[in-house]
Nanobody
Framework: QVQLVESGGGLVQPGGSLRLSCAAS????????MAWYRKAPGKQREWVAFIQSDGRTNYADSVRGRFTISRDNAKNTMYLQMNNLKPEDTALYYC???????WGQGTQVTVSS
């Protein structure tokens, strides 16, 4: 069974950057399509980006051009580089094995001056 642990969240000013990590253990990470989601207070959970096993990616319109998803299969880790952060990016960010009920515990990102 896959276990996921997110890290890298924090408080950043508008226009700043953060890199989130999602470390996976327990199974064959490189075969999975992995995704990032986020949930802001009072809003529904929102898909952010996914990366397939072959490296192909896709992004929500709200983050395209600012966020970059990547993976290092040798380290069983997925990343989300977030640049030009905006206050509306404030949320709890989760990683997910796409299409499954396998989630991490989340890492908080707060964008505020």
């Amino acid at each position: 069974q896959v276990q996921l642990v997110e890290s890298g969240g924090g408080l950043v000013q508008p226009g700043g950057s953060l890199r989130l990590s999602c470390a996976a253990s327990g199974s064959i990470f490189q075969t999975y399509t992995m995704a990032w989601y986020r949930k802001a207070p009072g809003k529904q959970r929102e898909w952010v980006a996914f990366i397939q096993s072959d490296g192909r990616t896709n992004y929500a319109d709200s983050v395209r051009g600012r966020f970059t998803i990547s993976r290092d299969n040798a380290k069983n880790t997925m990343y989300l580089q977030m640049n030009n952060l905006k206050p509306e990016d404030t949320a709890l960010y989760y990683c997910n094995v796409l299409g499954t009920a396998t989630w991490g515990q989340g890492t908080q990102v707060t964008v505020s001056s």
